[in-house]
């Protein structure tokens, strides 16, 4: 019965020291975090495993990250994996009609995301200046150059055909201006200056001459008829003709010259700054602004420009990991990590096993003590 007894008790005491060692090791794989002085004497093996080597660990697990699990072919093998695609793509098109329903405008979006401020008033400012930039660098190249050179032939073309046009017009005015009550006095006007000035004789008759009715109808009745004339018309049409051919040989300098240009080129921009880009395209809302294209975007737009994307990252991985330095950001990140939370962090994925080390070395502990106590009592047993 003493056999047994001191069989049992030396089982458990080998189990005892067996799991407590154990469990000792496993706390010192964390503990302490700091080392652990007697006055100057700093007591072993503190602080633990993991703490003292918390810099090589860092430097191992970013080396180990940039060189075995992130590396450029496993990030390629997932960016070419079908499904994954497949993901970016539902993904995409989730995000992009989201955006198209919400009801914001460019504006809007310019504001939020990019932080742009009056994004429509910016645009056509802007717009504005290249454009003036742009005509003033056109006009200055082409200084000397005729104007026939700068516009194409089929609008020079176009233009004489239209010269007949604008002479009948021209002269139905005058006629026109003619039989009205303002060209009648105009015309009275006009000849009391020509007999004013021809004269001192004729000025006594000017007025006389001016105020009959039956003189100003008689010229008027001429002029009409002399306006009205196929040989005057074609006359004018020859007129027209030679002072077009001879504006189109003269210089853009010329023509310049007689404008102030800072003037037309400010009336010119004003003009055309509500046009650069139009206003309602970044006021109007997504949605109604693409209504018509929604389904193109979804179904084609976004596919391509997920696979435009996707091959942009691809041939571009390498240098973009390399600029990342993976390595160096895990190493990092892991240096400043808090002890606490990485033992806590470790603890709750491997504490079932590190338990069973403890238990393991309970059970090895046991095991010792009764081979211990069985050779003790076959020792005195002989």
């Known amino acids: 019965m003493k056999e047994i007894l001191m069989l049992l008790i030396m089982v458990l005491i080998g189990a005892l020291i067996g799991g407590l060692t154990n469990l000792i090791a496993v706390k010192m794989l964390f503990r302490p975090h700091q080392p652990v002085y007697i006055g100057r004497w700093k007591v072993p093996f503190t602080p633990g495993l993991i703490p003292k080597r918390k810099a090589e660990l860092a430097a191992q697990l970013g080396k180990l990250v ?32 989201r955006w198209l329903q919400r009801g ?15 994004l429509t008033e910016r645009c056509q400012a802007y717009a504005a200046q290249q454009l003036k930039q742009a005509w003033l660098t056109e006009i200055e190249s082409n200084r000397w150059r005729p104007i026939k050179e700068m516009i ?17 017009y021209l ?65 004018f049409n020859q007129l027209l003709y030679r002072e077009w051919s001879h504006w189109q040989d003269q210089p853009l300098h010329s023509v310049i010259q007689t404008l102030d240009l800072d003037s037309e080129i400010h009336r010119l921009t004003a003009w055309a700054k509500p046009c650069l880009p139009p206003a309602k395209w970044f006021n109007t809302p997504l949605g109604d602004l693409f209504a018509d294209k929604r389904e193109d975007i979804l179904n084609r737009w976004v596919p391509k420009m997920a696979e435009q994307m996707g091959c942009w ?29 990485l033992e806590a962090l470790v603890l709750s994925i491997a504490r079932r096993e590190l338990n069973m080390i403890t238990y393991l070395g309970a059970l090895l502990g046991g095991i010792i003590g009764l081979v211990q106590g069985l050779a003790i009592m076959l020792f005195y047993s002989l």
Request: proline letters at 6%; zero cysteines; glycine letters at 4%.
């Open 66 to 97: 940039s060189s075995e699990l992130l590396t450029p072919e496993v990030l390629q093998q997932k960016l070419l994996d079908p499904a994954f695609k497949q993901e970016i793509i539902h993904w995409l098109q989730q995000e992009i009609d």
């Open 104 to 118: 914001e405008d460019v504006e809007t979006l310019a504001k939020d995301l990019l932080g742009i401020q009056r």
């Open 152 to 168: 194409p032939e089929h609008i020079q073309d176009k233009l004489k055909e239209h010269i007949p046009r604008l002479s009948a």
């Open 171 to 235: 002269l139905e005015q005058g006629v026109t201006y003619l039989n009205s009550p303002q060209g009648e006095k105009q015309l009275g006007i006009l000849i009391s200056r020509i007999l004013d000035e021809r004269g001192k004789w004729l000025r006594f008759l000017a007025p006389w001459l001016a105020q009959e009715q039956h003189v100003l109808h008689f010229l008027r009745r001429e002029l009409i008829r002399f306006l009205n004339n196929d040989s005057a018309r074609e006359a």
């Open 313 to 341: 990252v691809l041939n571009r991985l390498p240098a973009i990991l390399n600029k990342l330095k993976l390595d160096v950001l895990v190493e990092e990140h892991v240096s400043r990590f808090p002890l606490p939370r």
